[in-house]
């Protein structure tokens, strides 16, 4: 009896720590009016309370000048409540709210100028909506690891008071689901002050880490809209030359793959219908698993947790991915501290990892975040599962760089002799183990500068390489060499 007791007591004291609710939070609790979280902070769990109702005019009124705003983001992204948001910084002339969020999608009318001083964008990965803000110095962006967003709001450094999130309607019991996405949102959620739900027919119900109690809102909207779509297009003939050489070199049966959305991930999955026991556990995912789910290419069956199932965090695709995931048992969204923990990623077997990328130096310096001083997207999970699959405990993880050879519209190289100026290293040149172009694969791991050099220029366009080996003569002082 007495070990039981003592194994309670640890329990409670990690929980304690893991949730940042030690004793001056529940202590505090006396000393304040109650509010839903003094009685759980775990959104899953239903609560004696009910949520208002309303339109989304009224839901945002709630929100003052000060504030910080969280808002959820990708296919999840609550753009009706987004746009009442902004009409009603402008009619009740607010100052300094803070919007939070990953990427975002739909207009962002809170970071146009004509919301200087009302609102200012605050981005953890930065979407095209709001590019123009942050290089207008209108708007900011925090460079960091996918994987470390939650951290914080539980470090305290981001205190939203506010969180607009987009669900499901609810079942019988009560339960909604955050659907497409869940990345940081359960951690913005157990740190808000009020929670605000845009309640959308439309939205898939998902399991895993997505699932939460109506009792949470303290406003629901209810909308009936299609989500945002992306993908589904054709790619270029030199992005599907990188699929095919990913594909047929780099693959094989039984390995656990990451990789986001686009062409070039399209087109490697559009060619392993015929791999067996594929795995998929990463941060987000597209259309081109569904064939392979139904050709029975895609299985989970040999990843050690969570078995047969495929692992992600959010989505954003077509319909029929949106149809695919709903109701589906097969797929569980968890939270991007999990999806991308190194520790969980090194697990898989044969992890392969493909990202892309903006430009690549001769000594494999990978720039993803920015054009030279122009903020462009993020960190997001490149680094995350670069080095999840280079540790890989089974010593077969193969970390992937992609991109094409030129940059379509100036003929420039991608591959430079040095980065731009300004431009930010995401993925250091000792994260790189293969650059993929549409001309062929370098493989660096373990490889000199000149011999990086080397393997770079044979994949740059021909157009280029002359001027790529001069140049790297001049900065390495030696020729480049095999």
Same mark, same amino acid.
């Given at each position: 009896?007495?070990?039981?007791?003592?194994?309670?007591?640890?329990?409670?004291?990690?929980?304690?720590?893991?949730?940042?609710?030690?004793?001056?939070?529940?202590?505090?609790?006396?000393?304040?009016?109650?509010?839903?979280?003094?009685?759980?902070?775990? #959104?899953?769990?239903?609560? !004696?309370? $009910?949520?208002?109702? /309303? &339109?989304?005019?009224?839901?945002?009124? =709630? *929100?003052?000048?000060?504030?910080?705003?969280?808002?959820?983001?990708?296919?999840?992204?609550?753009?009706?409540?987004?746009?009442?948001?902004?009409?009603?910084?402008?009619?009740?002339?607010?100052?300094?709210?803070?919007?939070?969020?990953?990427?975002?999608?739909?207009?962002?009318?809170?970071?146009?100028?004509?919301?200087?001083?009302?609102?200012?964008?605050?981005?953890?990965?930065?979407?095209?909506?709001?590019?123009?803000?942050?290089?207008?110095?209108?708007?900011?962006?925090?460079?960091?690891?996918?994987?470390?967003?939650?951290?914080?709001?539980?470090?305290?450094?981001?205190?939203?008071?506010?969180?607009? #999130?987009?669900?499901?309607? !609810?079942? $019988?019991?009560?339960? /909604? &689901?955050?659907?497409?996405?869940?990345? =940081? *949102?359960?951690?913005?959620?157990?740190?808000?002050?009020?929670?605000?739900?845009?309640?959308?027919?439309?939205?898939?119900?998902?399991?895993?880490?997505?699932?939460?109690?109506?009792?949470?809102?303290?406003?629901?909207?209810?909308?009936?809209?299609?989500?945002?779509?992306?993908?589904?297009?054709?790619?270029?003939?030199?992005?599907?030359?990188?699929?095919?050489?990913?594909?047929?070199?780099?693959?094989?049966?039984?390995?656990?793959?990451?990789?986001?959305?686009?062409?070039?991930?399209?087109?490697?999955?559009?060619?392993?219908?015929?791999?067996?026991?594929?795995?998929?556990?990463?941060?987000?995912?597209?259309?081109?698993?569904?064939?392979?789910? $139904?050709?029975?290419?895609?299985?989970?069956?040999?990843?050690?947790?969570?078995?047969?199932?495929?692992?992600?965090?959010?989505?954003?695709?077509?319909?029929?991915?949106?149809?695919?995931?709903?109701?589906?048992?097969?797929?569980?969204?968890?939270?991007?501290?999990?999806?991308?923990?190194?520790?969980?990623?090194?697990?898989?077997?044969?992890?392969?990892?493909?990202?892309?990328?903006?430009?690549?130096?001769?000594?494999?310096?990978?720039?993803?975040?920015?054009?030279?001083?122009?903020?462009?997207?993020?960190?997001?999970?490149?680094?995350?599962?670069?080095?999840?699959?280079?540790?890989?405990?089974?010593?077969?993880?193969?970390?992937?760089?992609?991109?094409?050879?030129?940059?379509?519209?100036?003929?420039?190289?991608?591959?430079?002799?040095?980065?731009?100026?300004?431009?930010?290293?995401?993925?250091?040149?000792?994260?790189?183990?293969?650059?993929?172009?549409?001309?062929?694969?370098?493989?660096?791991?373990?490889?000199?500068?000149?011999?990086?050099?080397?393997?770079?220029?044979?994949?740059?366009?021909?157009?280029?390489?002359?001027?790529?080996?001069?140049?790297?003569?001049?900065?390495?002082?030696?020729?480049?060499?095999?």
């Amino acid at each position: 009896m007495a070990s039981g007791v003592g194994r309670l007591s640890l329990v409670f004291s990690n929980f304690l720590q893991k949730t940042n609710w030690g004793a001056s939070a529940i202590l505090s609790t006396k000393n304040n009016k109650r509010n839903y979280f003094s009685y759980s902070k775990e #959104i899953a769990q239903p609560l !004696p309370r $009910e949520p208002k109702w /309303c &339109s989304a005019e009224e839901a945002v009124q =709630c *929100i003052e000048s000060g504030n910080t705003v969280f808002l959820s983001g990708a296919a999840s992204t609550p753009i009706e409540l987004a746009n009442a948001m902004t009409e009603h910084g402008k009619k009740c002339k607010l100052k300094n709210v803070t919007v939070c969020h990953m990427h975002t999608e739909g207009p962002a009318s809170y970071g146009n100028p004509d919301c200087e001083g009302i609102f200012r964008s605050l981005s953890f990965f930065m979407a095209a909506n709001v590019r123009k803000a942050v290089a207008e110095g209108r708007a900011d962006c925090i460079p960091i690891f996918l994987q470390d967003i939650p951290q914080l709001f539980f470090r305290g450094i981001v205190k939203p008071d506010v969180s607009i #999130i987009h669900v499901c309607p !609810p079942d $019988e019991h009560g339960f /909604c &689901s955050t659907g497409t996405s869940i990345d =940081c *949102i359960r951690a913005a959620l157990t740190h808000s002050k009020i929670i605000i739900a845009q309640v959308n027919e439309c939205m898939p119900r998902t399991f895993g880490d997505s699932i939460i109690h109506q009792s949470h809102f303290d406003y629901a909207v209810k909308v009936n809209q299609p989500l945002p779509q992306h993908g589904g297009g054709k790619g270029s003939p030199e992005e599907n030359q990188i699929g095919k050489i990913i594909a047929e070199n780099l693959i094989r049966d039984g390995a656990t793959l990451q990789m986001g959305i686009g062409s070039i991930p399209d087109a490697v999955l559009a060619l392993l219908g015929d791999y067996k026991d594929l795995g998929i556990h990463t941060e987000m995912f597209s259309e081109g698993v569904i064939g392979l789910v $139904e050709k029975g290419a895609i299985t989970n069956n040999l990843k050690p947790i969570h078995t047969g199932k495929i692992v992600s965090s959010f989505l954003i695709g077509t319909q029929r991915l949106y149809d695919f995931i709903n109701n589906n048992p097969m797929i569980l969204m968890k939270e991007v501290q999990y999806t991308n923990s190194t520790a969980i990623i090194r697990m898989h077997p044969k992890m392969t990892a493909i990202n892309s990328c903006i430009e690549v130096d001769l000594t494999g310096q990978v720039v993803s975040d920015s054009i030279g001083t122009r903020m462009y997207s993020g960190f997001g999970g490149q680094v995350d599962f670069t080095r999840g699959a280079a540790e890989g405990l089974d010593g077969q993880g193969r970390p992937i760089i992609a991109l094409q050879s030129i940059n379509q519209k100036t003929k420039e190289s991608k591959i430079v002799p040095f980065i731009k100026q300004g431009g930010g290293v995401v993925t250091t040149r000792a994260h790189v183990h293969y650059v993929v172009t549409e001309h062929g694969i370098a493989e660096l791991f373990g490889k000199t500068l000149r011999q990086r050099a080397y393997n770079l220029i044979q994949i740059a366009h021909p157009d280029h390489r002359e001027a790529l080996e001069k140049a790297a003569f001049e900065r390495l002082k030696t020729m480049p060499c095999p």
